[in-house]
């Protein structure tokens, strides 16, 4: 048996999606090959973007992935992009200070103003980068707030957008040399008698390994999402029921790692939520964000106003529910909203997801399982309400500035489950990237990007700007390792 596992960047083998097969070569390695410049842990996108960037400046760089093959969010995402100041938006009237109020105003101001600006500030041109890479991403123009003229979509052909990217990320990592390490799990970050970090220790496939750096170490291995304890010890117990939305290999390491170290643990309470049906990962946002519908748990009583956003409601469900068990109640006429009911209904048969259909609530409510008498009974008074104009007296009340009645069939409920895709909580970040401790001083030798470093964000983001920040901020940290 030769000592390490080298995973070969094999991005054709990639294709689709996370579930890809990929190439593996087994190389005899030595104690030399394991110091390094710039020692990165976690292969998303973060942490890639970051060990490119090194490898450009010049930097011998590993990136430590614990798991067969990379496996973070992004792969799960669309996709989206989000940033002010690239060269496709030299015509818009957007600011960099106008993004950065925006994304201050979007974490009630409890987010690092230095770092939003940092982030903001690289946002351009780590897009411009990206597209330089042939990441096929384009601009759209004129969109609801806090969008505007900031989102940049990627062009797919049905593969999902965060793995398109991803696989030209790996792709300029392996023509510039970095090496990444597979089936590699980092659980101890090295210090010298200054508390300077100046390495990693890692379970390998043969085991325990030191991976030395003398310019830094970047921790980019997610947040604590898939970590049931984290999220019930900062969250509450209510956050056990959230369902998982990403992957599940954010199990908690950024936390873990750092706080021997005396690391400032920031916004652990936070996270961003959407809904899901958790037995076929289905999203029924289409349905859930639309002005048409209203939500009940099982016993068939409406629980939420569902004019509330995505997240904040998403957050509500397993906390007003024993089982974070709804559904979306709506009529056909919800296909008036840009027939979104059918192109719902098309994608839930692909990914055999249940959605239940019925000429009558007692027969819709039979169909589903929800209480039959209490559905009746919740449809007649949402409906009542609308039509007096009283539907903000509702309890809950249902605030939405044109409400629908339910009112034509067929009716359909829809299943619906709050999850949880990125924790924003972790140890906190200056706008270098750099870690701090207890007293906002940066721990030597450390940093961190993505949904592994706190401070960022707060409640929410400008959509899109999870995964443009995490290359960005994982950009200036691999910069500022390799200034000195």
Not at 136 to 145: A, E, R
Not at 170 to 197: H, P, R, S, Y
């Amino acid at each position: 048996m030769k000592r390490r596992h080298l995973f070969h960047f094999g991005i054709a083998s990639l294709a689709a999606t996370v579930s890809s097969s990929a190439t593996y070569a087994q190389e005899q390695t030595n104690e030399k090959e394991l110091k390094f410049d710039f020692v990165v842990i976690g292969a998303g996108a973060a942490g890639i973007a970051a060990a490119v960037e090194a490898r450009s400046l010049g930097a011998s760089v590993a990136v430590l992935e614990k798991a067969p093959r990379p496996d973070g969010n992004t792969f799960y995402a669309s996709g989206r992009l989000c940033g002010v100041g690239s060269r496709f938006q030299k015509d818009t009237s957007d600011t960099l200070e106008k993004f950065v109020n925006d994304a201050w105003h979007e974490t009630q101001g409890i987010g690092d103003r230095k770092v939003i600006e940092a982030f903001a500030k690289e946002s351009g041109p780590s897009i411009d980068w990206l597209i330089d890479m042939g990441v096929p991403l384009t601009l759209k123009k004129n969109l609801p707030f806090p969008n505007l003229s900031r989102a940049f979509f990627m062009k797919t052909d049905g593969t999902t957008g965060g793995s398109i990217l991803m696989r030209k990320l790996l792709k300029k990592a392996k023509d510039l040399g970095v090496k990444l390490f597979v089936n590699t799990k980092a659980f101890e970050l090295i210090t010298d008698k200054n508390q300077k970090v100046i390495g990693v220790k890692a379970q390998t496939p043969t085991g325990v390994e030191e991976f030395m750096a003398s310019r830094g170490v970047l921790i980019a291995t997610g947040g604590f999402s898939a970590n049931e304890e984290m999220r019930v010890m900062y969250m509450g117990p209510w956050a056990a029921r959230l369902c998982l939305r990403g992957s599940t290999r954010n199990t908690g390491e950024n936390i873990l790692m750092t706080r021997p170290l005396g690391a400032k643990l920031v916004n652990m309470t936070e996270f961003y939520a959407g809904p899901i049906v958790p037995e076929t990962h289905a999203n029924p946002a289409r349905i859930s964000n639309s002005a048409y519908g209203m939500i009940v748990d099982k016993n068939g009583l409406r629980i939420v106003d569902e004019s509330l956003g995505q997240a904040i409601r998403s957050k509500l469900l397993p906390q007003v529910t024993k089982d974070n068990r709804t559904f979306i109640i709506c009529d056909i006429k919800t296909n008036d909203e840009d027939n979104i009911l059918t192109k719902l209904l098309d994608r839930f048969k692909r990914l055999n997801s249940p959605v239940y259909e019925a000429n009558t609530i007692p027969e819709l409510a039979k169909l589903s399982g929800i209480n039959e008498k209490n559905l009746i009974a919740s449809v007649k008074e949402f409906n009542d309400a609308i039509k007096k104009g009283k539907a903000a007296e509702l309890n809950p009340p249902h605030n939405r500035k044109n409400p629908h009645p339910i009112l034509t069939a067929p009716f359909f409920a829809i299943p619906m489950s709050g999850g949880i895709a990125a924790t924003f909580g972790g140890p906190k970040i200056n706008e270098y990237g750099q870690v701090v401790d207890l007293d906002d001083t940066p721990i030597k030798g450390l940093y961190a990007a993505g949904n592994a470093a706190g401070g960022l964000w707060y409640a929410e983001d400008i959509p899109g700007c999870q995964i443009t920040s995490g290359i960005a901020m994982g950009r200036i940290a691999a910069r500022h390792a390799l200034q000195k």
